[in-house]
C-alpha cells in the first residue's frame, strides 16, 4: 500500500481529501437482493454528490469471495477488490458443528484488501446494509479535517419495514426522507471513518474477529477508541439509514457469535502483548491480567500511528506479513458447552449467554 496521512487540505469542507468506501456485499445467493441494491444507489449518490458540492474525491470498492455471485452492479463504480480468500467456518473449524454453513470474511481481510486497493488518506468501512444519505461525505470530511489522528463512527437512523415491505432502489427519494424523519436510537456501530495510517494496527487489533455476528461493531469501536487519537462516535444525526428495525440473521446459529466473541477477546490480548513487545499468540487465561496494560498499549500504538516510520510501526508490518497468526481452534465441544450441559442437562448447543 501507499503512505497517505498527510495531503488533506485542512480545510473547512474536506475538498481535495481522497476517501476509499469499502463494504463487503453479500453474494447474490444470500438473497437480500433489493437491500444491497439501495446500499449501492446510496452509495454511488453520496459519492456525486460530494463531487458536485466541493466534497472528498471517493473511491467506491467490495470485497468479496471470487467464487460466489455478486449482486449485480457497476463494476467500474463500485470496483471489487481482490477476492477474499479466508472465512471463519474454515479458520474456527465451525464443520465440528451441526450448523449452517456461513462464509463470513475477517474484517482484517476487509481492511486490508481496501488498503492495497487503493491509497486515499481515509478509509470508510460500513456493513453491506446501511446506507448513506447523500450527505454523508461531505459531513465527515468535515469531522475528521484531514487529520490523520481523528475518526468517526455514524450510528444509523431505523427506517421501520411493515410486514412483508419492502423497499427498493426506485425509491430512494422517499427513503432519504424516511431516514431524515425517523429518529435516531439505535446504538450499535456499524459505519467507520478513519485514517488509512490506522489501518495495519487496526488489522492487528481485529485480527481475530469476523463480520456478520456480534460484537463486531463494538470491537471495531473498542479498536478505534484505542487506536485513533481523537475517536468520536456521531449520534441523534441523520447521515446513515438501515431498512427496518433488526438485524438480519442475528440472534442464529450462536456458535457463530460465540466464537467471534471469544475472537475479540484473543485479538484483544494478542495486541496488547504485541504493542508491548511481546511475541503474541498467549491465550487468556482466566484470572490474568493482559488488560492491565491495554492503556499502555493503547498508548503506544497511538505514537506508532502519528510516526509511521518508526521502530514500533515498522514491527507491526513485520508481524502482519510474517508470523502466521494461528487462530485458536477450539474443541469439538467447546468449554461453554461442556459447562453448560453440566448444569442444564443434554441441551446440547442451546445458547448460553456469552461470557
Known sequence: ???????????????????????NLLPLAAGHHSDQEVTIASL????????????????????????????????????????????AYELYGLQNFDIKKKRLPLIADILASVYEESDAEYIVY????????????????????????????????????????EYTAESMDLIYQLGRSNPQLHKGYDCFVFSRRLVPMLRLYLRSSFVGYPPIGQVFKEALDCIAGDFRVVKSK????????R??????????????RKAARQGEADFVD???????????????????????????????????????????????KARSFVF?????????????EAEHGELALASPEPE
Open 1 to 23: 500500500g501507499g503512505g497517505g496521512g498527510d495531503s488533506g487540505d485542512g480545510g473547512g469542507r474536506g475538498n481535495g481529501l481522497r476517501m476509499a468506501h469499502v463494504v
Open 328 to 340: 485458536p481452534k477450539y474443541p469439538t465441544k467447546p468449554e461453554w458447552q461442556v459447562a453448560y
Open 44 to 87: 454511488v449518490n453520496a459519492r456525486d454528490y460530494a463531487l458536485e458540492n466541493d466534497g472528498p474525491s471517493v473511491e467506491l470498492f467490495s470485497a468479496e469471495f471470487g467464487d460466489e455471485e455478486s449482486v449485480p452492479r457497476d463494476t467500474s463504480v463500485v470496483k471489487p477488490t481482490a477476492p477474499l480468500q479466508r472465512s
Open 247 to 260: 438485524n438480519g440473521g442475528w440472534g442464529e446459529e450462536t456458535e457463530y457469535e460465540f466464537y467471534n
Open 274 to 320: 504485541i504493542v508491548m513487545g511481546g511475541a503474541g499468540g498467549k491465550a487468556l487465561v482466566k484470572g490474568s491480567a493482559p488488560f492491565t496494560n491495554k492503556d499502555k498499549a493503547c498508548k503506544r500504538a497511538k505514537q506508532a500511528v502519528e510516526n509511521p516510520h518508526g521502530e514500533l510501526a515498522s514491527r507491526i508490518e513485520t508481524e502482519l
Open 126 to 165: 460500513s456493513n453491506s446494509d446501511i446506507g448513506l444519505q447523500p450527505e454523508f461525505y461531505n459531513f465527515v470530511a468535515t469531522s475528521v479535517k484531514g487529520d490523520p489522528m481523528k475518526a468517526v463512527a455514524v450510528n444509523r437512523v431505523e427506517i421501520p419495514l411493515g410486514k412483508g415491505q
Open 238 to 245: 441523520h447521515y446513515t439509514f438501515h431498512l427496518g428495525a
